[in-house]
């Protein structure tokens, strides 16, 4: 039996945050007001301690997560390799960064980190035993370009056949199966001054999947202006979308599942996301008996916290619940 829980990752609100529009108690408890069951934490931007979790800081999140009725399930893991001068960090001093932060998720309490895929599958590999250690689930995030069919994605799935470990897996984020150009993009670069033909040239160039280099040379001879070919790095980058979403490879990794991002980039009235095909989605989730979160992430700023309140809305309304707040 499906037991889907909804959370909201709290870098949902990180330009209000960043502003000083929102506190990070005002974010814990916009979070729980929307109707989340439970939160992610982006450790690099909002951990008061990070990369720790000092004593005084456990203890206010205790303080705030009892009195708003939310639970601090998840733990966004950072794998900087430019922190250094001069080149990137190797892979164990990576794997020595990711320890720290499974050891920081776990003073939190909490039982799930998100990792972003700078970590190779032999450093997934290292760190199963820390996981294991201190009862921290390490789920690597897939995320635009990549898709569940991706040779990225299939080479983590075969190191975690071989080893066994429940504590390593994926963490799939839904921006993955667009299947439409991010509107918020899509609607700054006409404002820009980006004449509508062109966009569609992009955007139909990426649909029928011709090669950037030669999809740029295209649009620079068709006379893009500089609106034009910002809208369309993202389009060939971390918003690229196809006519069929990767639903069958989904199915093939949900056994790897940590828990989900539920990416998001506007929402409509109607609660409906823009460019991603959340119906299709959740019923491959539910079709695999899935227990565990979908964490809303909203990838925009304007109007942040309301966006996100639609958007469990329609989470809730598609997986057959009704909304009550």
Same mark, same amino acid.
């Given at each position: 039996?499906?037991?889907?829980k ?10 209000d ?10 974010c @814990? ?41 939310i ?14 001068t ?6 164990d ?39 294991e ?13 990549? @898709? ?10 075969? &190191?975690?056949d ?53 999809a ?34 989904l ?43 979908? &964490? ?20 809730? &309304? ?8």
């Open positions: 039996m499906n037991q889907i909804l959370g909201v990752s709290l870098f949902s609100f990180s330009t945050f960043v502003k000083g529009k929102l506190s990070l108690e005002d @814990i408890s916009s979070a729980a007001e929307i109707g989340a069951e439970g939160f992610e934490l982006v450790g690099a931007t909002m951990l008061p301690s990070y990369p720790y979790a000092t004593d005084k800081v456990i203890n206010e999140f205790k303080a705030m997560t009892d009195h708003y009725g639970d601090f399930v998840s733990y966004g893991a950072s794998a900087d390799r430019g922190v250094m001069g080149r990137d960090l190797t892979d001093e990576l794997v020595q960064s990711a320890i720290l932060d499974i050891k920081t998720a776990n003073k939190l309490g909490c039982k799930m980190m998100r990792a972003q895929p700078h970590l190779s599958p032999a450093a997934i590999e290292k760190l199963a035993p820390y996981a250690n201190y009862g921290v689930k390490v789920g690597v995030e897939i995320h635009n370009p990549e @898709i569940p069919s991706s040779q990225k994605t299939k080479a983590y799935v075969e &190191m975690f071989r080893v066994g470990s429940e504590y390593i897996g994926l963490v799939p984020d839904f921006g993955c199966f667009a299947t439409k150009p991010n509107k918020v993009y899509w609607d700054e670069a006409l404002e820009k001054g980006a004449p509508l033909k062109l966009l569609e040239l992009a955007a139909s160039l990426r649909y029928d999947g011709v090669p950037k280099d030669q740029m040379k295209r649009l620079i001879e068709a006379g893009a202006n500089n609106a034009v070919m910002g809208a369309f790095q993202g389009m060939y980058g971390f918003v690229t979308f196809s006519r069929k979403p990767d639903l069958e490879g199915k093939t990794i949900m056994p790897y599942v940590i828990y989900f991002h539920g990416k998001f980039h506007y929402m409509f009235d109607h609660l409906e996301e823009a460019s991603i095909p959340y119906e299709d989605i959740l019923k491959v989730i539910q079709g695999a008996n899935f227990n565990g979160y979908i &964490m809303s992430e909203y990838e925009a700023s304007d109007q942040a916290v309301e966006m996100t309140r639609k958007h469990l809305q329609m989470e809730k &309304m598609l997986l057959g619940r009704q909304y009550q707040v």
